[in-house]
Nanobody
Framework: QVQLVESGGGLVQAGGSLRLSCAAS????????MDWYRQVLGKQRELVAT???????DYADSVKGRFTIARDNAKNTVYLQMNNLKPEDTAVYSC???????????????WGQGTQVTVSS
């Protein structure tokens, strides 16, 4: 019905940059907030950044000043620009969106499959 497809993960040295993308497709009437989460094996999932439909943003303290979230509403896509990456940023990054499939539908939560980001020291 709805798919979130991420891209842009990979291996980078400390201090480097990566840009993640997440495109939503399928039965979409409108999208509310879009977020990026990350998770390290054995640890709790962490909210990294969020952006509302109006463009307001919020970040985890650990990434403020280094990561920037943005969205293109015409393309149903959210981005995460990650600069000055640190080894502790290594994780699987997943996008999340609250999407309404039709004008009378409630908002539902959708998740991407996740993309690995590895930062070497």
């Amino acid at each position: 019905q709805v798919q979130l497809v991420e891209s842009g993960g990979g291996l980078v040295q400390a201090g480097g940059s990566l840009r993640l993308s997440c495109a939503a497709s399928g039965s979409i009437f409108n999208i509310n907030a879009m977020d990026w989460y990350r998770q390290v094996l054995g640890k709790q999932r962490e909210l990294v950044a969020t952006i509302t439909s109006g463009g307001s943003t919020d970040y985890a303290d650990s990434v403020k000043g280094r990561f920037t979230i943005a969205r293109d509403n015409a393309k149903n896509t959210v981005y995460l620009q990650m600069n000055n990456l640190k080894p502790e940023d290594t994780a699987v990054y997943s996008c999340h969106a609250r999407i309404r499939n039709w004008v009378t539908s409630p908002f539902r939560d959708y998740w991407g499959q996740g993309t690995q980001v590895t930062v070497s020291s």
